[in-house]
């Protein structure tokens, strides 16, 4: 079945430096879209891609959807102590379920 | 409009025991769907239900079930609960099946001891 790995797993990072996190479907995704966890809370939708290669920007995030359409990217500009939380890629395949990655979990050092 | 709500938000059970879930949907929403969220697992999929009809499973065994009313609200059932089921229980609502962003409910907390 559909597969969606997230790295990494856990990343540390003082407040004001940059975060990436990755995520890589093992099959094809007609869209994928992006969540945030607080500690404590459920997961809120953040965006949709829908195009290969599209790029989208809320203001200090920008995501990134892949040519070939199986990977997407989430950089975060700047962190703030707010940007704190879980971020989950959700891919959505052929079989139109939702499989989500398995998270990155972001700590921010004030 | 109000969000996505479950109940109960706690729960503790027994092995052996059976659990039901319960979820509202936003209004107007007619998707439902159930994922499990643990530590190791991450948000694994249960199930998705639409005009009560169940259109999505994931690879979860026969003692989870679900259902949805004609309302749109949505149940979900575990029998013969085990230790491994202990996990919070994740609704999301959505307008339409198989599309568009889902909205998470706060989860039912549920352990088994």
């Known amino acids: 079945g559909q597969q969606v790995m997230q790295i990494p797993q856990y990343q540390h990072v003082q407040e004001g430096e940059d975060f990436t996190t990755y995520c890589n479907s093992s099959t094809t995704l007609s869209n994928i879209q992006w969540y945030k966890q607080r500690p404590g809370g459920h997961p809120v939708f953040l965006i949709q891609?829908?195009?290969?290669?599209e790029v989208k920007k809320q203001k200090r995030l920008t995501f990134q959807f892949g040519e070939a359409k199986k990977n997407s990217s989430l950089h975060i500009t700047a962190t703030q102590t707010t940007d704190v939380g879980t971020y989950f890629c959700?891919?959505?395949?052929?079989?139109?379920?939702?499989?989500f990655g398995s998270g990155t979990q972001l700590t921010v050092l004030p | 409009k109000a969000g996505v709500t479950q109940t109960p938000r706690y729960l503790i059970k027994t092995r052996g025991q059976q659990v039901t879930l319960s979820c509202s949907p936003i209004s107007g929403h007619r998707s439902v769907s159930w994922y499990q969220q643990t530590p190791g697992q991450g948000l694994q999929f249960l199930f998705e239900?639409?005009?009560?009809?169940?259109?999505n499973k994931g690879n979860f065994p026969g003692r989870f079930s679900g259902r949805q009313f004609s309302n749109s609200r949505s149940e979900m059932n575990v029998s013969t609960l085990e230790l491994g089921d202990s996990a919070l229980y994740l609704c999301?609502?959505?307008?339409?099946?198989?599309?568009?962003?889902?909205?998470f409910g706060p989860g039912t907390r549920l352990t088994v001891l």
């Open positions: 891609l829908v195009k290969s290669g």
């Open positions: 959700a891919g959505r395949g052929s079989a139109r379920q939702l499989t």
């Open positions: 999301a609502s959505s307008l339409t099946v198989s599309e568009g962003t889902q909205y």
């Open positions: 239900y639409f005009s009560e009809t169940q259109r």
